[in-house]
């Protein structure tokens, strides 16, 4: 049973009994947003994204009242230094508050319809600003599939309840390689290695070559869902390469020089547009 098809087939088989199952169905729009850029969140309902946007206020209302904690992030975002000890406390209340509010899913939606006068406490900036744990955005999706595994073993349902365990380590390992291709995403970051700021020779030649290898990795493995996409300096995936080139959203980007690919976690990052065909530009 695949990843991306086990909420949606345990809440059929769970309704076929009579079981209320909304809670899973909301956890799989949640699951589509963590796997997917915000540019394809515009497949979320009107109500799902006011839904978001409601959460996120309440996140943001929360943050507000910790003054501690505001005060530590207004100095971070001002140049100031935020001690050791600071940052690991900043960031282990705002994974108390992600477990219980999708970040996920708030974070894509308010990049389509933002929330006035939350820029600075976006999940993105916080995350910039070193304060926003590593895990924010599976924080509460885990914690909720926890919680209805344990639910369905209560009642019974042991084999839709292992079924949602098997996604939760999916997830988590899914998440461990998104953390490891994060390190190295950016085009000319990732193969500047004399760190000069410009393309040289034999980095375009070493590009040239990995590029080459990913055309033929992904002749091959089309359709395996191990393929990562950085937008921004953000990683969403593990994806299909199909899903990244036959979906609308993502053809009107094909040509941003932003979006970047890798297999695996193990590759090199690669232009998308270069990866299709497009002939390389060194810029």
Request: include cysteine.
């Amino acid at each position: 049973m695949t990843v991306d098809h086990t909420l949606d087939d345990v809440a059929k088989r769970l309704s076929a009994r009579g079981v209320e199952t909304r809670a899973l169905h909301e956890l799989q729009l949640e699951l589509e947003a963590l796997e997917r850029p915000p540019s394809l969140i515009t497949r979320m309902t009107s109500s799902a994204k006011a839904t978001a946007s409601l959460h996120w206020r309440n996140f943001v209302g929360e943050l507000n009242e910790s003054k501690e904690a505001m005060g530590i992030i207004i100095a971070r975002a001002q140049g100031g230094e935020v001690s050791a000890a600071e940052r690991d406390k900043v960031r282990a209340q705002l994974l108390d508050m992600v477990k219980v509010f999708p970040a996920g899913l708030i974070a894509a939606a308010n990049s389509a319809f933002p929330v006035p006068g939350t820029g600075l406490f976006t999940p993105w900036i916080l995350q910039r600003l070193g304060l926003m744990p590593s895990r924010w955005r599976e924080a509460h999706l885990l914690d909720q599939l926890h919680k209805r595994r344990l639910e369905l073993e209560e009642q019974g349902f042991y084999s839709e309840a292992a079924a949602l365990e098997e996604l939760e380590h999916r997830l988590e390992a899914e998440a461990e390689e998104r953390e490891a291709a994060a390190s190295s995403a950016g085009l000319l970051t990732h193969w500047d290695s004399n760190r000069n700021g410009r393309w040289d020779d034999d980095e375009k030649q070493a590009y040239l070559t990995e590029l080459e290898r990913m055309r033929g990795i992904a002749k091959r493995r089309f359709e395996r869902k191990h393929w990562f996409l950085d937008t921004d300096g953000e990683i969403f995936g593990a994806l299909r390469l199909s899903e990244l080139v036959e979906d609308p959203e993502c053809k009107m980007h094909l040509e941003d020089e932003e979006l970047l690919v890798c297999f695996d976690g193990k590759t090199g990052w690669v232009a998308l547009p270069d990866l299709m065909g497009r002939e390389p530009r060194f810029q």
